[in-house]
């Protein structure tokens, strides 16, 4: 009996280890494991004439580019494949309504350059927490640019934020990622107002 028995492991692990690649099923590529940390927030510099919250987990810094202006600021998330949300912030009030107007139009511009790449891109209102509105862009598919919004009091400012991510990571790995962002965002979103009086 044990000898029939070892004759059968045997058989088997000689089946097993056959060189017949036929049988052979390569394992599918996986994705690399991603932490992310716990939802807290803190409150940006009042030194700007706008205010969010964003999340701690983030840093915030000056945009260097050539094209840069005052108050134009990134905020970075260096734990997360350097994900970023970039601010940009415009004073309309010595002509509203023609800045506004074209500020506007410019957005729009900005967020249908990713569109020859996109699935799909659909708009979202919103408000921010002086009940004034918010227009967001959500856009999907392979893309830097999931989420983009700007909102405005119409006589003094303009805000517009977009995500971007820095990495040639394939979205479907980077989907926790790009829902942690975009959930910051919104937060952003809901608690962003305006300075009442800035020069």
Not at 67 to 79: G, M, Q, R, T
């Amino acid at each position: 009996m044990k000898k029939l028995l070892y004759t059968c492991i045997l058989s088997i692990l000689i089946w097993s280890c056959g060189d017949d690649e036929e049988g052979f099923t390569p394992k599918p590529k996986g994705f690399n494991r991603i932490s992310l940390p716990k939802d807290e927030y803190v409150g940006l510099d009042t030194t700007y004439p706008y205010f969010f919250e964003y999340s701690k987990h983030a840093m915030i810094r000056k945009d260097s580019s050539k094209i840069a202006e005052p108050y134009w600021i990134h905020v970075i998330y260096p734990k997360l494949g350097w994900a970023e949300i970039q601010i940009t912030y415009k004073d309309i009030s010595d002509d509203p309504q023609k800045k506004l107007s074209e500020l506007i139009e410019d957005s729009h511009k900005l967020a249908s350059k990713h569109l020859y790449r996109a699935d799909a891109m659909r708009y979202y209102e919103h408000r921010n927490a002086d009940n004034q509105p918010v227009l967001a862009l959500g856009l999907t598919g392979e893309i830097p640019s999931h989420l983009q919004f700007y909102t405005t009091d119409s006589v003094k400012h303009f805000l517009r934020a977009a995500i971007y991510f820095r990495t040639a990571t394939e979205n479907d790995s980077l989907a926790p990622v790009i829902d942690f962002v975009k959930k910051d965002m919104l937060h952003m979103i809901a608690t962003q107002k305006f300075k009442k009086n800035t020069k």
